[in-house]
Structures are given as C-alpha cells and as structure tokens.
C-alpha cells in the first residue's frame, strides 16, 4: 500500500542546475499536485493536474514545470534552481473532486536545499 | 497576499486541556474548509473538513466550528493529548477552483 511516492527524500543543488522531483501513486487518481512549503506561508501550489495530458498552475508555478504522461505520474522540473526556491515539497493525489469525502493524501516531502 | 490567515503561531496546552486554533478568510466564494494534521517529517493528512451549510462539524475529539457571517472558521481539540503534538492547517477553496489555499499552520505542543 504505496500511496503517493516521492523521491528524492533529500537533495542540495546548486544556483543554475536543474532536476526533476518524481512522483507516482498508485491509487489510480485523477488529481495530482505539487505544493511547497516555507516557514510562516504554509503550503503553496505550485501546479496541478486533474487527468493525463492535463496540467494547470497554481499559485507559484514560475521556475518550474510539470507534465503528465500517465496516471500514475506527476514529476516536477526545477529549469535552473535559484536560492529562493530552497523549500520542502509534496506531492499530492485525490480523486476528483478532492472534496465531499475526498481525501487529499500527501507525500512524505521533498527537501530541497538551493545553494 | 495570504488568502486564509491562520493563529496561533504557536499554542503549548496541558493533557487534558482545549486546544484551539482560528481561522479567517475574505473570499466569500470559498465553500470547503478543511483542516490537516503535519507530524515532523512527514506529510500533511486530513483530519475534518465542513461545508459552509452546517455551523459545527465533530469527529471523536476534534470540532470545527464554522461561523460564516464573520468568515471564521476554528478546530476545538478537547480532552488534548501528548501524541496531538502536531502542526495543524486550516484550508478553503471554492467549487472548481482546484487551489486549496492553507493557512500558515500552527505548531501544538501538548504537554503531559
């Protein structure tokens, strides 16, 4: 019983570098996402998406891309990693709507450190 | 501009005691508030949600209480116990919209 697996559990990079956090689920959801968060702001979405082929931006989604080739999947590309974007991040799936019974469950986190 | 503003920061509470945490919002479209429980290290989970419809929500120790015209919303922890030590976030968001907005959490010390 998976659930929502994100790797990696920790990484440092560097100013300019790119990567990818992955992210799959095995629940079969529609709803997938990406949220960060900082200390004092709570979590933030970064995108989203709501079935294969369909992606959309939340709140923060500059400096980062997504895309959504199959159900289970939902990697997130940092392009060039700035400072700013030194954050914890998680991954989360739902069926949809992700409200009346619902849940939203959540990965354990990506900690990413940009130096 | 933070869409759900959320306090304490922080709350230390004796076994035993009522923990309660506050919420406020401004966008009257939101209709589903949520709250998460977040364990050190781990990721945030469901613990009780209400819809604007009903004024109190109660699932085993823990209540929202949801007042819409003042546009608060709160979670009531009674009887609170040391492994409630938690951060918890309220949430809204409106039909369709697909962006639950949190709050900025607040860190429970339940203390024996």
């Known amino acids: 019983n998976a659930g929502v697996t994100q790797t990696p559990k920790f990484q440092v990079l560097k100013t300019g570098q790119s990567m990818t956090l992955q992210c799959a689920q095995d629940?079969?959801?529609?709803?997938m996402s990406w949220y960060r968060q900082d200390p004092g702001m709570g979590l933030r979405l970064i995108h989203y998406?709501?079935?294969?082929?369909?992606?959309d931006q939340g709140e923060v989604p500059n400096g980062y891309n997504v895309s959504r080739s199959t159900t289970e999947d939902f990697p997130l590309r940092l392009l060039s990693a700035a400072p700013s974007q030194t954050s914890v991040y998680f991954c989360?799936?739902?069926?949809?709507?992700?409200?009346?019974?619902?849940?939203?469950?959540f990965g354990e986190g990506s900690w990413l450190t940009v130096v | 501009q933070q869409q759900v503003k959320q306090s304490p920061q922080s709350l230390i509470v004796q076994k035993g005691g009522i923990s309660i945490i506050n919420c406020a919002y401004e966008?009257?479209?939101?209709?589903?508030f949520p709250w998460y429980q977040q364990f050190p290290g781990k990721g945030p989970a469901l613990l009780i949600a209400?819809?604007?419809?009903?004024s109190e929500k109660k699932e085993g120790r823990f209540t929202i209480s949801f007042n819409k015209s003042a546009k608060q919303f709160s979670l009531h922890i009674m009887d609170s116990q040391p492994g409630d030590s938690a951060t918890y976030f309220c949430?809204?968001?409106?039909?369709?919209?697909?962006?639950?907005?949190f709050g900025t959490g607040t860190r429970l010390t339940v203390i024996p």
């Open positions: 989360a799936s739902s069926q949809t709507p992700y409200r009346d019974g619902n849940t939203i469950y």
């Open positions: 629940m079969n959801h529609e709803y």
């Open positions: 998406s709501v079935g294969a082929g369909i992606t």
């Open positions: 966008n009257t479209a939101f209709d589903y």
């Open positions: 209400i819809r604007p419809d009903v």
């Open positions: 949430a809204a968001d409106q039909t369709g919209a697909n962006n639950l907005f």
